[in-house]
């Protein structure tokens, strides 16, 4: 059995690091919703987008930074396989936060997590902003015009809000993505194994990947899929198109919870 969380302190050591991990909601019910942030991302930059979510649906959730993320341990480098070890490390912040019937609800690299998470371990729901499953030249060209744009802007201090160390978490998430071996990340072979269901949902405009993720996703998972692609909306669904996202989000919610099997 590994760590509790104790629910007066917000870090736990998990893998190695001392993680930001808090339980939102009213009740002392089990937590069931997890969030897992984008590749930039923290639990304070969801803004509202969870705290709507749990006072819709009437349950309570699971928000954590990754580590080398918000008020996590800082993370100075970071191996092109991180997201599939961080499948594993989300195991043991499930089972540290006692979530029962674990729906989750992930962002970008958060979004790809959650898939190689639910293909090795049981899941009740997906629901997915932006995934992505392999790599596009135009997400890659974009990622890298950012992270060359960033000296002499005030994009690191704007991030110090949010992150421990911002700079380490900027270079090591840049690191990774403009890596040149990277470019062959794929984890299209893990999809099969997903047998619960989900909703995918992405902006039409997405600047870091194309429609075609959506579509890799829904064609090789073996359980029930639901989309939403919307106008005027780029990567971040839940910020560009809030009403839409969050009203979708908690009606998928509900209906996983309706149905007699919970797809695991």
């Known amino acids: 059995m590994g760590p509790k969380l104790s629910l007066d302190a917000d870090l736990i050591r998990i893998d190695g690091h001392l993680l930001d991990v808090r339980v939102i909601g009213d009740g002392a019910a089990a937590p069931s919703l997890v969030f897992l942030h984008e590749g930039l991302g923290s639990i304070e930059l969801w803004r509202s987008f969870p705290t709507d979510v749990v ?11 990754r580590y080398g993320h918000g008020w996590s341990d800082v993370q100075t480098d970071r191996p092109i396989d991180f997201m599939d070890h961080e499948a594993d490390v989300l195991a043991e912040v499930i089972e540290a936060a006692d979530v029962v019937d674990p729906i989750l609800i992930g962002h970008s690299d958060g979004a790809s997590i959650a898939l190689l998470h639910a ?15 392999f790599t596009e030249p135009m997400g890659l060209a974009e990622i890298a015009k950012f992270s060359a744009g960033i000296e002499g802007t005030d ?17 090591a998430w840049s690191n990774v993505w403009n890596d ?20 995918l949902i992405q902006g039409r405009e997405d600047q870091y990947g194309t ?54």
């Open 211 to 264: 429609l075609a993720q959506i579509d890799a996703v829904a064609s090789q998972v073996s359980g029930d899929v639901e989309t939403l692609i919307l106008d005027d909306c780029r990567h971040s669904p839940h910020l560009d198109r809030p009403t839409e996202t969050t009203a979708a989000t908690t009606a998928f919610v509900a209906s996983v919870r309706d149905r007699p099997s919970s797809g695991i």
């Open 180 to 199: 040149p071996d990277f470019v062959a990340w794929n984890i299209e072979a893990a999809l099969p194994d997903i047998t619960c269901p989900m909703l």
């Open 155 to 171: 994009v690191i201090d704007r991030m110090a809000k949010y992150h421990r160390d911002p700079l380490a978490t900027m270079t």
């Open 119 to 133: 293909s090795r371990y049981p899941v009740t729901g997906l629901v997915l902003l932006a995934p992505h499953v």
């Open 55 to 65: 006072k819709a649906v009437g349950e309570r959730a699971v928000v954590y930074s």
